[in-house]
T-cell receptor, first 114, second 113 residues
Framework: NAGVTQTPKFQVLKTGQSMTLQCAQD?????MYWYRQDPGMGLRLIYY???????DKGEVPNGYNVSRLNKREFSLRLESAAPSQTSVYFC?????????????FGSGTRLTVV | DAKTTQPNSMESNEEEPVHLPCNHS???????IHWYRQLPSQGPEYVIH???SNVNNRMASLAIAEDRKSSTLILHRATLRDAAVYYC??????????????FGTGTRLQVTL
């Protein structure tokens, strides 16, 4: 099983450019999440999708949009990239939102905005 | 959200047991205790979780204090591949907060030969 697959693995953007980070899971999970991790810090939740057709804001949603394309795929879009969005982005999935479920994370997308 | 406190760093020798502590004195009755680890340049990896009773799986054991105000992640025989940042996280089932893992700074475990 591939688990959670993120593309691309690395990206450099110029300020003001847009891009979409892709995430797909093959575990038939209902819930999916986007996190960002800045150097020396823990992960912070950007957006999540409890189930297909729903999305909700997390802790740091400003500057981002998401789309739950289907049960497998959850994309994160930066409409106008800013240097403050330089970070490592992780996608995750879980069976559901209940607290007794663990998360499976992807390997991350390292984004640099210059 | 209930908060956890972990030491910033710990060291262990290879093939010795490692006990990683976590204090959560304000834990509520519905909070699950989760442990994740993050190896260098990788995404976090689920390790184990529990509610009240001690738990074992192929990766580790979780020992939960009787009053639930603390817990310990036990790696029975540390290897170099266990060098990572270990996160102790509380999750409850309240609306909204149930949706997220809230990561602190964790414990950086160094394993030496």
């Amino acid at each position: 099983n591939a688990g959670v697959t993120q593309t691309p693995k690395f990206q450099v953007l110029k300020t003001g450019q847009s891009m979409t980070l892709q995430c797909a899971q093959d575990m038939n999970h209902n819930s999916m999440y986007w996190y960002r991790q800045d150097p020396g810090m823990g992960l912070r939740l950007i957006y999540y999708s409890a189930s297909e057709g729903t999305t909700d804001k997390g802790e740091v949603p400003n500057g981002y949009n998401v789309s739950r394309l289907n049960k497998r795929e959850f994309s994160l879009r930066l409409e106008s990239a800013a240097p403050s969005q330089t970070s490592v982005y992780f996608c995750a999935s879980s069976v559901g939102l209940a607290p007794n479920y663990g998360y499976t994370f992807g390997s991350g997308t390292r984004l640099t905005v210059v | 959200d209930a908060k956890t406190t972990q030491p910033n760093s710990m060291e262990s020798n290879e093939e010795e047991p490692v006990h990683l502590p976590c204090n959560h004195s304000t834990i509520s009755g519905t909070d699950y205790i989760h442990w994740y680890r993050q190896l260098p340049s990788q995404g976090p990896e689920y390790v184990i979780h529990g509610l009240t009773s001690n738990v074992n799986n192929r990766m580790a054991s979780l020992a939960i204090a009787e009053d639930r105000k603390s817990s310990t992640l036990i790696l029975h025989r540390a290897t170099l591949r266990d060098a990572a940042v270990y996160y102790c996280i509380l999750r409850d089932d309240q609306t909204g907060t149930a949706s997220k893992l809230t990561f602190g700074t964790g414990t950086r475990l160094q394993v030496t030969l």
